[in-house]
């Protein structure tokens, strides 16, 4: 028995008396013609949402058709890439944007709005040769240009970085592990495919370049006002792919930790943590290697505020009065008026760095045990600040030479949110917890709540 109840743009049907809900998606029919057809809501996990038409509603797009697609993107980097480029020069200076995150922002810009337009799902493996050939454009743009000029010069410096590490692009695979079945039933699964990628990547970096590459394309192309779709571009999840498969690395390491809230026995502990960073920094140097030696920066306003300077101050001198590690937190260097900061650790074997992270991950279960006895209108506050306390302890000790912010972060942070019922969250810059007070990153956590939860809604 089936029967049925039509809206604007969804189908529920009842089929035996299950309720299946179908979507109305774009499509294409077998002569290339765009189509509209009702598809399984469930289907659509898999292709991108509901702009995202899959490869099993009519015929793939056809060589001739995507090769065309990517002619219009070459054409597109060779026209405006240098115009482009020099519009962005500025554009977020101060959250870190770097001349390689705006070269691969113009791309990824150039790559989704041409895909959009043919309705190409991410689901197409062919999206690799077409950022491939975007690059090689962009690359071949920046060696035209006088390198005499310092920032050019730089440019050209970047450009030829990406030459060896984007000659190994993995965007569909990424996406594909992003957008797949393994998320379901996980909190993960909520966020709106497109988004998925900018899971893995800072909004500080991601949001002053979509703003502006959003303001340049309605410059040139008319396009309607309140367009925002560079903000929500899933190639932008590629912005720290100067490292080898970093988004891919990310996908692994979101894929662990919601396995990992699945199995009701699995806890936190020195061994969970290496397997993490493993994982999310497969393609790091020494990955998943322990206590070697570590340095990092604290910048006043980015990474480091005044109460969390006193915060990670206290905890430095602690780990070398009472724990004899040689580690330090001092002045650095002057940069454009700036103190810059620098924590300096030395190596510290295998067995030092187990039972420091395990004392720290049994003052977090034992932080938690007692926020339960809070009243209920301070007991959520109390198991965030908990997890907060713990990733800060492993971040400032840098557990690992590379990846300890995504690992700590991102991650386990979400992982630690998560496992007490907490929304997932997004901080605007990850870094924060390097060197910003635990009460101001209790703040950046509800702030970054906010953020995942528009971005489930968003497509």
């Not at 189509?35 to 793939?60: C, F, M």
């Not at 949001?207 to 903000?231: V, Y």
Request: charged share 25%; hydrophobic share 35%.
């Amino acid at each position: 028995m089936i029967g049925a109840v039509r809206g604007k743009d969804k189908l529920l049907i009842n089929l035996n008396g299950e309720e299946i809900e179908m979507i109305k998606v774009p499509a294409r029919g077998g002569d290339n013609t765009r189509k509209s057809l009702y598809v399984p809501r469930e289907e659509l996990r898999l292709h991108g949402g509901v702009n995202q038409p899959t490869q099993n509603i009519g015929p793939a797009l056809s060589e001739s058709s995507f090769a065309q697609i990517t002619k219009k993107i070459q054409q597109n980097v060779a026209d405006h890439f240098e115009h482009d480029f020099e519009a962005l020069k500025n554009v977020g200076n101060e959250e870190g944007v770097s001349p390689g995150h705006r070269c691969i922002g113009l791309v990824a810009h150039y790559v989704w709005h041409a895909l959009q337009e043919e309705d190409v799902p991410l689901s197409d493996s062919r999206i690799n040769q077409a950022l491939k050939a975007s690059i090689n454009s962009a690359i071949s743009v920046a060696e035209e240009w006088d390198t005499a000029q310092p920032f050019n010069a730089r440019s050209l410096e970047v450009f030829e970085a990406l030459r060896g590490h984007m000659s190994h692009v993995k965007a569909h695979e990424s996406f594909e592990l992003l957008l797949s079945e393994k998320f379901a039933g996980t909190p993960f699964e909520k966020i709106a495919p497109n988004n998925r990628s900018l899971m893995c990547v800072d909004p500080c970096k991601v949001i002053p370049l979509g703003k502006k590459l959003d303001e340049i394309r309605k410059a040139q192309d008319n396009a309607s006002p309140g367009t925002d779709t560079s903000r929500h571009n899933p190639f932008m999840g590629l912005l720290f792919n100067k490292e080898a498969n970093y988004l891919g690395d990310m996908g692994n390491g979101w894929l662990s930790i919601m396995n990992s809230l699945q199995d009701k026995t699995v806890d936190p502990s020195y061994d969970f943590i290496v397997a993490l960073h493993k994982t999310a920094a497969a393609s790091t140097t020494g990955s998943g290697k322990a206590g070697v030696p570590a340095n990092f920066f604290l910048i006043p306003g980015g990474n480091l505020s005044p109460a969390g300077q006193q915060e990670t101050n206290q905890f430095i001198e602690k780990l070398r009065q009472d724990d004899g590690i040689d580690i330090s937190f001092k002045f650095a260097y002057k940069e454009h008026g700036k103190d810059i900061y620098a924590i300096r650790r030395g190596e510290v074997d295998t067995d030092t760095v187990k039972n420091l992270v395990n004392t720290w991950i049994g003052e977090y279960q034992v932080a938690s045990k007692n926020a339960d006895s809070q009243p209920l209108t301070e007991k959520s506050d109390a198991k965030v600040l908990a997890a907060i306390d713990l990733c800060q302890k492993l971040e400032r000790f840098h557990v690992f030479k590379d990846g300890n912010c995504r690992t700590f972060g991102v991650l386990l942070l979400n992982y630690l949110l998560a496992k007490e019922g907490e929304p997932l969250t997004l901080l605007d810059n990850p870094n924060t917890i390097d060197g910003f007070s635990r009460q101001e990153m209790l703040q950046l956590v509800r702030e970054g709540q906010a953020r995942v939860k528009e971005m489930e809604q968003q497509t």
